[in-house]
């Protein structure tokens, strides 16, 4: 199993969480919220393969890190995964809504440039804005809304673009997710644990946590566990048979 979006340099043991995801054969997108933290973060990978280090630049850091974006651009030949990135509407973060579209727009636009690329989007509350971003960059690669929390109709236009969805087991806990995720087409959905950001019983998620998920998604769809797996694992490979 992988978890597609997992923010592995921001544990306190990095070192250990990569090293125990090695020990379960969990693969990870460890996703990143500055360019410049991009290289440290993908020692974390060396000597595993199954994680896959993106390169990102946070829309809550966008106003603060738009400095950035140059080396963003420089390495971005080194990956060919991209997160975390994308729009954030929350009232805290409106003051950077101009900032956080720039670097967005800049990012699809790289990322078409480069030939496409497998990549980590947020959403939370702009999701019709993210859409619009999307439609207008069709060449972008693989685009994989992380946590998607927007309403049916931006659902919809997230599945006719051709979007993928990675879902958590904090994304189920309320009736919203659960209908979002039932709504998704089963051949689009991918575990995620957002770890160290998420905790259940007080405990950070770390990146097995993900198919926590799979109870959740079976409830969705109302099929067995054991195919929801067979179902994400093939995801996987169809993901990762596009970079």
Known sequence: MIDFHCHLDLYPNPVDIAEEAR?????????????SAWRGTSNLALGNPAIRTALGLHPQL???RIHEMPLFKDLLPETDFVGEVGLDGS?????????????FRDILRACDQAGGRV???????????????????????????HWFSGNKTELRRAIARDCWFSVGPSMLVGAKGQSLVSAMPRNRVLLESDGPFTAQKGRSLAPWDAALAI??????????????VSLVQSNERSVLRTI
């Open 91 to 103: 009232p805290e973060n409106q003051g950077t809504r101009h900032d956080q579209q720039i670097v």
């Open 119 to 145: 990549i980590s989007v947020h959403s939370r509350n702009a999701a019709s804005a993210v859409m619009d971003q999307l439609e207008r960059h069709l060449r972008t690669g693989t685009a994989i809304l």
């Open 215 to 228: 109870d959740g998604i079976s409830r969705a769809w109302n099929i067995p566990p054991e195919e929801v």
């Open 62 to 64: 966008a106003s603060e």
């Open 23 to 35: 020990r379960r054969n969990i693969g990870v997108l460890s996703v990143t919220t500055t360019p």
